[in-house]
């Protein structure tokens, strides 16, 4: 018997210890609660007695809750509460009452139906939402490219299944005069899910289209603006994004700030850079100008190009990670871009334990070494 109460709490918890149950139902519940408060007026108006102002909240939260079922679902609630909350209803008819017992028992069957209903759409949607993440994932690269001399990893880490950031690497077509250029991209569309991810995939293949045309770096963020611009809804959605080129043999890096979080270049003596010449994000007005900032890349420096979504994260006191964080790790970062980079995201998990992840995080780290060296030294 014991034997088999173990099996089947293993089979309902898959595993996880208590603590981490507790803390995954916390954090679930706070994301629950604050997409329902929102919809709520929670400051006391002048007058306004206490017990009317905590019916009026109760009040404001039910209906929150309940404009979010569909209308059928909305009866079958209702009826279930009424059901639970006055399990005996008397009828008088005249001379006769009727007296109706156990309608508590129904009203734990429609919730019960409820939640199966409420659970197929779940289901559903995850299932389709996780065949969006794999289309998604197709669009990324799953590898950098081998380039001499330089050392290139990435990472990505969704708040939801689907995410709206964008990372990509990859050389573009060299004038006879120029020499070989890769084309670093992080981008951000405003939001996240599944509307930011429908961006993201119209961005990452515009992208590809144009930067195969001929052109200066600013000549490709312009065009790209334009088209973002086209696409966008009614000004309500923006991209941000940083834009670099390349030349591997001469390490000279020229890129494009469209609004974006300034990217941290250390420099083998231990001097910050932060790239932040550029213009408005992406999307806003098709005339924005741009400006295209210039540095230069030596043997050891280190690139790191980042989403707001890693200074941002909080742990469970609602404190941010932050830049100084952030900086410090990238201070005494050892190895290639693919250890620096574990070095940064093990810091970032540590820090915020097991708080849900409330944006999407993306990361590319760049590490200059000497070709034919095989690594850092």
Known sequence: ?????????????????????????????????????????????????????????????????????????????????????????????????????????????????????????????????????????????AAAPEVPGVDIAFATRPANTVAGDYYDAFFRPAAPEHEERLLLVVADVAGKSVPAALLMATLQASLRTLAALPGSLLELVGRLNQYACAQNLGGRRFTTAFLAEVEPATGRLCYVNAGHNWPVLRHASGAIERLEAGGLPLGITPNAKYECGRTALAAKDLLLIFTDGLVEAENDREEEYGEPRMLGILAGAAGTASDVLKQLMSSLDAFVGLTRQHDDITCLVLRMFEPGTGGIG
């Open 1 to 141: 018997m014991a034997s088999r109460l173990k099996t089947f709490w293993r089979r309902i918890t898959d595993g996880i210890a208590i603590q981490q149950l507790w803390a995954e139902f916390h954090a679930e519940s706070r994301a629950s609660y604050e997409l329902y408060a929102n919809e709520v007026h929670w400051t006391r108006a002048e007058g306004e007695s206490r017990w009317r102002r905590f019916w009026r909240v109760v009040r404001g939260l039910f209906w929150s809750m309940m404009m979010k079922l569909s209308p059928g679902r909305r009866v079958l609630f209702l009826i279930s509460l009424v059901l639970l909350f006055f399990p005996v209803i008397s009828v008088n008819t005249g001379d006769n009452q009727f007296d109706t017992d156990g309608l508590r028992f129904f009203g734990g069957i429609g919730l019960l139906v409820l939640l199966a209903l409420e659970l197929s759409d779940r289901v559903t949607m995850k299932r389709d939402l996780e065949i969006a993440r794999e289309i998604q994932s197709w669009l990324m690269p």
